[in-house]
């Protein structure tokens, strides 16, 4: 599209809702485009998406989990609702603040200036020892782990142990998704760019759901999710089945929804949010 075309686009829209969480999300580009054409946006908080936050727009908070980034829909569908809600000179005040906010972030003369600050204060700091070794070496790794952020001595100290029954596709094993294949690393580079660097605690009678990509396999005694990184199979033995079946629910639209009752039905939650398969409707 011309410029003019792409304009008009936006400009046929009441919003424009992007929330992604893909890893080369490091600016966000369209977004901002919509901004400066005067439309408001609803974005996740990841990466480069989450400078955005300094807007008056919307933002859905992110956290990592072993299978990838999730967020609830329940808050996508609120933050939407709240700009919809929006007056007239909301509107008004909401279009200029943000296009000049946009504008500034990308203007050359201020860039330079931010990148020359920056580089000056890197320089201020003192050189610290050389590395050694090559550049994949045992010992250039374990140096760097030292200084590493907590989550990524987690994620490394977990490296060589067994991905968690129900991570990946039934029957796949690694399901060879490069550097996937590696879940705890993966977590710990998501939790650098999210809100919440760990999936939220599982609460007592708080309502998990997996927006229609989770169903109930009773025969199988699993739980099947249909979408990234599925469709997946996560089986139970026939204990831990009987207590997650008495704290789930079939709600409008056949949504199967989960409310943990008890310390191991809360345990089975936990588990499957940390897995990527459930999502908690208070974020």
């Not at 792409?6 to 919509?34: I, M, Q």
């Amino acid at each position: 599209m011309n410029h003019n075309e792409l304009r008009n686009l936006f400009w046929s829209a009441d919003c424009f809702v992007y929330p992604s969480f893909h890893e080369d999300e490091n600016f966000g580009a369209t977004p901002r485009e919509a901004i400066l054409c005067g439309v408001p946006v609803v974005v996740s908080d990841f990466c480069g998406l989450g400078q955005l936050a300094a807007t008056k727009g919307a933002m859905v908070n992110t956290y990592a989990t072993l299978a990838g980034v999730r967020y609830s829909l329940k808050q996508l569908s609120e933050e939407i609702l709240k700009i919809k809600a929006w007056t007239e000179k909301e509107k008004k005040f909401n279009t200029h603040y943000n296009s000049e906010w946009v504008g500034d972030e990308c203007d050359t003369k201020k860039s330079e200036q931010s990148l020359k600050m920056a580089a000056e204060q890197l320089l201020k700091i003192p050189l610290g020892e050389a590395p050694t070794g090559d550049w994949r070496s045992k010992e250039r790794f374990d140096k760097w782990v030292k200084i590493a952020p907590k989550a990524f001595q987690e994620s490394v100290a977990l490296a060589k142990t067994h991905f968690p029954e129900g991570l990946y596709v039934d029957g796949t094993g690694e399901v060879g998704l490069g550097w996937y294949s590696e879940p705890h690393f993966l977590k710990a580079i998501q939790g650098i760019y999210t809100t919440y660097p760990i999936p939220p605690k599982v609460v007592k009678g708080n309502c998990y759901r997996g927006f229609w990509r989770i169903a109930i396999w009773p025969e199988e005694q699993a739980i099947v999710e249909f979408g990234f990184p599925g469709p997946r199979v996560k089986r139970y033995n026939k204990t831990d089945w009987e207590f997650l079946i008495q704290n789930t629910r079939l709600i409008d639209n056949n949504e199967q929804v989960f409310y943990p009752s008890d310390s191991k039905s809360i345990d089975l939650v936990k588990d499957l949010v940390e897995l990527g398969y459930l999502v908690p409707d208070e974020l």
